[in-house]
Each structure stands twice: as structure tokens, then as C-alpha cells.
């Protein structure tokens, strides 16, 4: 027994110097508190380029935790070089997976959708530890990409051309859809997996292959969810580089957006940078799907239920520390309504505030923001806006200790028309506004450049039809009641102006993926030519 005891503290002492040892080398991969990560596949250093086979010649980037600022682990990334191999190995990847009827490319989504399910949990966790957001919302972000799979695998069966009525005897005239080829994806680091997940469920079935760029900052997700995506394409007999990944720079970035073998960039990010990519891509005469910018407006009636306006309120500007592209930067509030919803909102604000910290933690509600560049801007913001004239009625500061936290800031005092309201921060930044009507909240919902999402609280009808009508929201998401932030996968998501024009996820989004054909087909012995026109 002694023996046994004593063996069995010499095998706890060996364990503990173990573990020790290998959070010694500060790599979070190798602290036991984030033992999900080895479940993922994740080690100190990764390979982040997939073309079939995991092969990178590029520099190493350390992924950060901005909750505590630390190194999780090194990824390294990819050159133009490997830019170059995995559009050669997803042009050959495209041979054979176009050749699959439709209903098959559909079978494959939906066992990617299965293997999502059985990581959602840990998938959800590197969600969290990597980009910031609380828990719930890296499970769910996940869980976007999971139900988005179930919704390509109908659209499968669905993907529909049209037989239209033809002026000329013995003809039939057709609309017939065919894949484009290869696209890119470049997608930003707040919806580090969704993003991914809307275009290649989307084209997959559509017939596309799929070559990602990941955001620089969020390597590890991208790595993590290609590894769960391969399994299944070699697991059936299919070529890896149907997904392929190219982790890298904007240099890589700069390749795909003038490439012509990259049918279609679709692009997540702000409104500067999707400029230059869609200018860069026209030049070509390619195709670019943009989803950039959002400065996104509630409007609260005087009408409305003010008991929803603050609760939706507090998530639209708080969720994900207000960097999500449809996180409400403006306020509207009626003047009958303003001193109510203004105070009920700080109070809340004060709850949330007792509910930040690590995301990972279970009753988190508010996280930091993603880096300290994030920080810095939330910082200038404020400077400038309080110099505009600005109150701030809540937070306004950095918090100290470690990570990129801040208070989530209310801003009152300011014109709806100056240039701090009209630009976009990524930040918990929200202006609250006064207005004397609807009509007059209306006109400067659609002042700014940015038409993303927009939302009206009101129990009047003839509001909700102006509202949703062509004098109404200028925005592609027009809200009733409900927050601007939180979209469901079933609709076409995607904003106007500045925002790209782009359309990502339901509806008829699958277009974009694909080239459409009309088809004239004489079954006759003879040649009528259009518009009854004679050529004899």
C-alpha cells in the first residue's frame, strides 16, 4: 500500500511538473483550461494553407486572446506562392466536383453540417478565445454554419431555371443556371466561421469550389473549421481542395481580388477596403459579392413598447462589444419617448456592466473588443465625438487589467448630421438622437453613406407600411420591432450604398454563385428570325 502510494504521489508530482511545463512555454494551446483546442487539432505551430494537403511557406503569426492579451498559438500562413498552388488545385478540384449531380454536392454539405454538429461545442469555445464574443454567441455562430448546410441541402433539389414562352414557332426559350468555377472568400474576423459558412454551403451545391482567406487575426478558426471540412470531402473520395485555405496578408488578399480564375470575391470588411477590392475586381470585369459597413439606426415612435425598445436596444448595442456589422450605432428616439428610453437604457447598461468578463465563462454577457487597434479607435472616437459637443450619459472608458475591455458608451448631445454620428466604429459606441416625428428619423437613418440594417418600434400599421415602403428604410434589412442585429439564415443578408449591394446566405442569394444562360432551342424545320424580321 505505501508503495502504491507513494508511486501514485510521484505519478501526480510527474503530471504536475508536466503541465507546468508546457504552460511554461506561454502558448494557451497548452494550458489544461483550454484542452478543447487539442480536441480541434490545435498545436503551438499550425500549418495555415490547405490545398488537398496542409503545406504553408510563409511567416508565423501568433494568434491573440483579447481577453488576456496572451498567445493561444503560432500559425503559419501562406505566400502568394501557395495563393497560387491552391487556385491550380481548386480549379482541378472543380473538374470533379462539378460533374456531381446537384442533390450529391448536396449530400456533402449535409454531412459537413453533421461534422459541425459534433464539434459545435469546442468550435464554438476557439470562437470565443480567439475573436472575443461571449460563449452563446461563438456556439451560435457555429450553429449558423450548421443550419445554413441543412438550408443548401434542399436548395440542392431546388436550384430552379425557367421555361419562358417564345415568339417564334417550334421554339423554346430557357434560363438555365451553371456554377461559375472557383471563388474566394475573404471574410473579417467578428464572424470569423458564419461568414465562411454562408458563401461555401451556398456554392458548394451550387457546384463552386471554394478557396478561403480567413482574417489575419482569427487563423486558428479558420484552420480549425477547414480541418472539419476536409475529413468529410476525403472521407467520401472527393479532393480536398474543394475547400481549399490560404491563410495570409493582404498580398494574398491582392492576388485573389486580380485573379481571373477567381470567378467570384466575395468579401467581408470595411467600406474602404471593399472599395479597392471591387474597383481591383472590375478591372477584370469579374464578379464581387460586398458585405462592408453598417451605421445602423432604431427608431423609437412615440407609439412604441418601451419595454422592448430597451431590451432590444441593449443587445443590438452591447452584443459582440458592438463589432457586429449590424450593431446599432444610432438611437432615434422620439422626443416624447427620449428622457424614458434614455434613462431606462443606462440603467440597463449598469446590469450588463456587472456581467463582463472572460467570454469563455459561463454568465459573461459583454467581452472585450478584439485587439488593441479596436481600442485605440474607441478611444479616438470619443475624444472626437466629446469634442463635438458630445455628453457621454455612460462608460466612455478603457478598463484596466488584462485584455482589450472597455465600457459599452452612450453619447448624447450630438447632431444627427455630424461626422462622428455619420461614420462607422466598431466599437459599444451608440449616439442617441432626438427627432420630432418618424418622417424626420427616417430621413436621417438614410443620410449616411451605409444601408445595412434599420429597425422601427411601433404599434401604428401605417408607420410599419411607410416604414418598410419606397419612402421608408433605405437599408437591405428593414426591421419592425425587433433589434438591427440578429438575422435569421432564411432571408437574403446584405445592404445597399455603401454597404456593397451584396446579398450572402437565403432567399435567391445562390444567384451570385452562378452564371446564368438563355437558351433558344429550334425544334422546327424552320428559321424564323425575331421580331418578324426578314432577311431573304
Not at 51 to 68: E, F, I, M
Not at 173 to 194: C, D, K, Q, R
Not at 299 to 325: H, K, P, W, Y
Not at 434 to 449: H, L, P, Q, R, Y
Request: aromatic content about 8%.
Amino acid at each position: 500500500m505505501a508503495v502504491m502510494l507513494r508511486t501514485g504521489y510521484l505519478f501526480r508530482h510527474i503530471n504536475q511538473i508536466h503541465l507546468y511545463r508546457m504552460a511554461s512555454t506561454g502558448f494557451l494551446v497548452n494550458d489544461p483550461k483550454y484542452s478543447f483546442l487539442k480536441e480541434l487539432g490545435i498545436g503551438e505551430v499550425n500549418c495555415g494553407v490547405y490545398n488537398g494537403k496542409w503545406k504553408a511557406s510563409g511567416g508565423l503569426v501568433t494568434s491573440v486572446c483579447p481577453a488576456n492579451g496572451k498567445a493561444i498559438a503560432n500559425v503559419q500562413v501562406g505566400s502568394v506562392k501557395d495563393y497560387k498552388e491552391c487556385v491550380e488545385e481548386c480549379r482541378k478540384a472543380w473538374d470533379q466536383w462539378v460533374e456531381l449531380p446537384a442533390p450529391k454536392r448536396g449530400e456533402i454539405v449535409r454531412q459537413i453540417g453533421d461534422a459541425l454538429r459534433a464539434k459545435l461545442v469546442p468550435l464554438g469555445k476557439l470562437v470565443s478565445l480567439e475573436m472575443g464574443k461571449i460563449l452563446p454567441e461563438g456556439i451560435g455562430e457555429v450553429q449558423e454554419y450548421v443550419d445554413i448546410c441543412d438550408y443548401a441541402v434542399g436548395l440542392s433539389r431546388m436550384l430552379s431555371g425557367k421555361i419562358l414562352p417564345s415568339e417564334r414557332p417550334g421554339h423554346v426559350l430557357l434560363e438555365h443556371w451553371n456554377p461559375l468555377g472557383v471563388i474566394g472568400v475573404i471574410s473579417a474576423f467578428n464572424f470569423p466561421i458564419a461568414v465562411y459558412g454562408w458563401n461555401s454551403a451556398i456554392a458548394m451545391v451550387c457546384g463552386d469550389t471554394v478557396l478561403w482567406k480567413g482574417a489575419p487575426s482569427t487563423p486558428l478558426t479558420s484552420v480549425a473549421t477547414i480541418r472539419v471540412v476536409s475529413k468529410v470531402l476525403e472521407d467520401n473520395g472527393l479532393p480536398g481542395a474543394i475547400c481549399s485555405l490560404c491563410s495570409g496578408g493582404a498580398d494574398v488578399g491582392e492576388a485573389m481580388a486580380k485573379d481571373d480564375h477567381v470567378k467570384l470575391v466575395s468579401f467581408t470588411g470595411s467600406t474602404e477596403v471593399g472599395k479597392k477590392v471591387a474597383m481591383t475586381v472590375q478591372e477584370r470585369f469579374g464578379k464581387h459579392l460586398l458585405e462592408l459597413g453598417g451605421n445602423n439606426a432604431i427608431i423609437v415612435s412615440e407609439d412604441a413598447d418601451l419595454n422592448m425598445v430597451v431590451r432590444s436596444a441593449v443587445f443590438a448595442c452591447v452584443g459582440t462589444a458592438g463589432q457586429r456589422c449590424t450593431t446599432t450605432r444610432r438611437l432615434i428616439l422620439h422626443e416624447k419617448v427620449y428622457d424614458e428610453v434614455l434613462t431606462r437604457l443606462k440603467q440597463a447598461y449598469g446590469q450588463v456592466m456587472k456581467r463582463i468578463g472572460d467570454p469563455l465563462e459561463e454568465g459573461t454577457l459583454y467581452g472585450p473588443l478584439h485587439s488593441e487597434v479596436s481600442l485605440k479607435k474607441y478611444q479616438q472616437t470619443i475624444k472626437e465625438a466629446v469634442e463635438l459637443g458630445g455628453k457621454i450619459e455612460y462608460g466612455g472608458k478603457v478598463l484596466g487589467g488584462e485584455g482589450f475591455f472597455v465600457e459599452p458608451t452612450i453619447i448624447t448631445g450630438l447632431s444627427h448630421d455630424d461626422s462622428v454620428v455619420h461614420r462607422e466604429t466598431f466599437a459599444p459606441i451608440v449616439y442617441v438622437l432626438k427627432c420630432k416625428s418618424v418622417d424626420e428619423a427616417i430621413s436621417w437613418n438614410n443620410e449616411v453613406d451605409q444601408g445595412l440594417s434599420s429597425s422601427i418600434f411601433t404599434t401604428d400599421l401605417g408607420k410599419v407600411f411607410h416604414w418598410i415602403g419606397p419612402k421608408g428604410s433605405d437599408c437591405g434589412i428593414v426591421n419592425v420591432n425587433i433589434p438591427t442585429s440578429g438575422a435569421e439564415i432564411g432571408g437574403a443578408f446584405g445592404g445597399e450604398k455603401a454597404t456593397g449591394g451584396g446579398r450572402e446566405s437565403g432567399s435567391d442569394s445562390w444567384k451570385q454563385y452562378m452564371r446564368r444562360a438563355t437558351i433558344t432551342i429550334n425544334h422546327s424545320k424552320e428559321l424564323p428570325l425575331a421580331q418578324g424580321i426578314k432577311f431573304e
